[in-house]
């Protein structure tokens, strides 16, 4: 996506879309943009008007484990672009663990990761061009992990509905089954928005999405029924559904990680 969106949106960033350009235009369009700092991009401050490239790794080998560094830097060697860099040293299980991904993730692309690369790993990168009241950089990575509910959806589609598993069929076929999961997959999102909302709100409890896509498989005769029959059915099936959604659908909270509700919402 070229465009900068709404004016005053927050767009976490994919890191495998990372652009300058396409951040540019984020600020160009008066919104904000959160990104992971992609390898390998030239990052520079300013000092007495001139730009003077850093050495991150250099820098992140000076910090403890959890701590964060938050520097006002400028991207790239052409582009320039002014934003807010915030840089934390992971833990070294977890930068091990990271290495050890890496190199699973690039074995069939790549036969040798820099040592720069590898080292890369000890930090969790940011860039943002939010500005510490907006945005404090104590928050960035949990609001960074937000970014992980689209994931969760897409994955939901593909696992429940299969909708990557396509067999060789004529195309008058092809787009009747797709149409028609795509009309239930809007059904279900419509559903899952509205159990998300009544149970936040009366009961402070969330639902995982992936687990109420296949728990709404499980009842779509059910659902057609009640579709096709007066409004009174629909709401009876609602009321069953409800029921087994508090049954199987909720989501544990653990200690060490926020829901995606309790980020967005700490005080509820």
């Known amino acids: 996506m070229s465009g900068g969106g709404k004016k005053n949106d927050l767009r976490i960033e994919d890191l495998g879309y990372f652009k300058l350009a396409r951040f540019k235009a984020i600020q160009q369009a008066e919104s904000f943009y959160l990104s992971r700092l992609k390898f390998g991009i030239t990052v520079y401050t300013m000092e007495q008007g001139v730009y003077k490239e850093i050495d991150l790794l250099k820098i992140t080998q000076k910090l403890r ?3 964060q560094l938050v520097l006002e830097v400028y991207l790239g060697k052409e582009e320039k672009l002014p934003a807010r860099l915030i840089v934390e040293k992971v833990p070294a299980e977890i930068a091990k663990e990271k290495r050890r991904k890496l190199k699973t993730d690039k074995q069939n692309k790549r ?3 820099s040592e720069a690369r590898l080292l890369f790993c ?3 990168a940011y860039i943002t061009n ?3 009241e907006q945005l404090p950089a104590n928050d960035i990575r949990k609001y960074y992990s937000l970014r ?3 994931e969760i959806i897409f994955k939901a589609w593909k696992t429940v509905y299969r909708i990557d598993q396509i067999k060789q069929m004529k ?3 092809f787009e009747s089954i797709h149409y028609g999961a795509l009309i239930l997959i809007v059904l279900t999102n419509r559903l899952l928005a509205f159990f998300k909302a009544i149970f936040y709100v009366k009961k402070n409890k969330e639902i995982s999405e992936l687990k109420f896509f296949k728990t709404t498989k499980l009842v779509l005769i059910e659902l057609r029924i009640s579709l ?4 009174k059915t629909f709401f009876e099936f609602l009321s069953l559904l409800s029921a087994q959604v508090e049954k199987t659908c909720l989501k544990e909270r653990k200690r060490t990680r926020l829901t995606p509700f309790l980020i967005i919402r700490p005080n509820p």
């Open 111 to 113: 036969k040798n990761l």
């Open 148 to 150: 992980w509910q689209i």
């Open 171 to 173: 195309i008058q076929r």
């Open 130 to 132: 939010t500005t510490e």
């Open 228 to 231: 096709l029959d007066p409004a």
């Open 122 to 124: 000890d930090m969790n």
């Open 65 to 67: 484990a959890g701590k």
